[in-house]
């Protein structure tokens, strides 16, 4: 009798592991500062409440003046285009009755933003991914 509930006692925990249980995946967020891979094209995107700020740079080192930068400061361009970020889908109003809308894959542990319509990909400022 001792041995049937030693044995039932050790069948109950090994059928009972988390082993059956769903891992989700990880939930990235668009907000954040953004540019084109290597910042070849010395354009950073901030998105960041609902709003989505550009900025451009002449400088040589372009990524160490993007980090001084906050959304909405002076050195953004002037005008701005609103976007919601729902079920990684991505939609920017990019004014006069144009919208940017795409689902998007991030890779690189969410430092990578891919861009499925337009094809083309963002790398958060300072992610190890550029």
């Known amino acids: 009798m001792r041995n049937l509930l030693l044995i039932s006692l050790v069948f109950f925990f090994a059928c009972g592991s988390d082993d059956t249980e769903d891992n989700p995946l990880p939930t990235y967020t668009i907000e954040g500062k953004w540019t084109y891979q290597g910042n070849n094209l010395n354009t950073m995107y901030i998105y ?7 900025y451009y740079c002449i400088d040589d080192n372009c990524d160490s003046l993007y980090n ?11 005008g701005t285009n609103n976007y919601t970020f729902i079920n990684d889908t991505l939609r920017v109003d990019l004014n006069f009755g144009n919208e940017l809308i795409t689902p998007i894959t991030f890779e690189c542990d969410g430092g990578e933003a891919y861009f ?11 992610s190890k991914c550029n």
């Open 68 to 78: 001084t930068f906050q959304a909405g400061d002076t050195n953004a361009l002037p």
């Open 48 to 54: 960041e409440n609902g709003i989505r700020y550009t």
């Open 116 to 126: 499925e319509t337009p094809k083309y990909s963002l790398h958060r400022l300072n």
